[in-house]
């Protein structure tokens, strides 16, 4: 991996055909977090629009910012940024969300897609933030741990029911 040639960048129309290639490797590897992103790209990125600035935010949302991390105009992941935390973030959430596509895990994009998101979340002034993973993820989990992540909890889902692991790191 050269990281000279990766960058976190802002979603962008320029890479809507690598997006949504991503997320139909999302799909074809049986996850649909992405469905809604690929049925309307410009609604997608106006909603995006929107978060970053606190727009019409449903009472559950909060500001956040979302990445890409790409290298040679190839989306490899993304990152989710939100700026504070809510009771149901606090449990399950947190401030950072993350996902590599399938095709491009296990070579170290998760760990350096975190790494420059902290430091997103350091330029917006937060000192330390939650991230929360599926206990069972053990991946994950060695992201954020090689993030300086510390175990400070356990849950369970409310949407899964599965057990979930809660981190802080200290920016």
Not at 8 to 28: D, Q, S
């Amino acid at each position: 991996m050269n990281q000279q040639e990766i960058s976190l960048i802002e979603p962008t129309e320029k890479l809507k055909a690598e997006f949504l290639a991503m997320a139909n490797e999302f799909l074809a590897a049986g996850d649909e977090r992405y469905n809604s992103e690929l049925a309307d790209f410009s609604g997608y990125l106006e909603r995006l629009s929107k978060q970053t600035r606190a727009e019409n935010l449903l009472p559950d949302r909060v500001p956040g910012n979302e990445f890409w991390l790409v290298s040679n105009n190839r989306v490899l992941g993304r990152s989710k940024l939100r700026h504070r935390l809510i009771p149901a973030l606090e449990r399950e959430g947190g401030h950072i969300g993350y996902d590599i596509r399938p095709s491009e895990r296990r070579k170290g994009y998760g760990t350096l897609i975190l790494k420059l998101t902290l430091e997103k979340a350091k330029d917006l002034g937060l000192s330390c933030v939650l991230l929360t993973c599926d206990a069972d993820n053990v991946g994950s989990a060695k992201v954020i741990e090689n993030n300086g992540g510390i175990l400070s909890g356990r849950a369970v889902s409310e949407r899964s029911g599965k057990p979930i692991l809660q981190y802080w790191i200290e920016l």
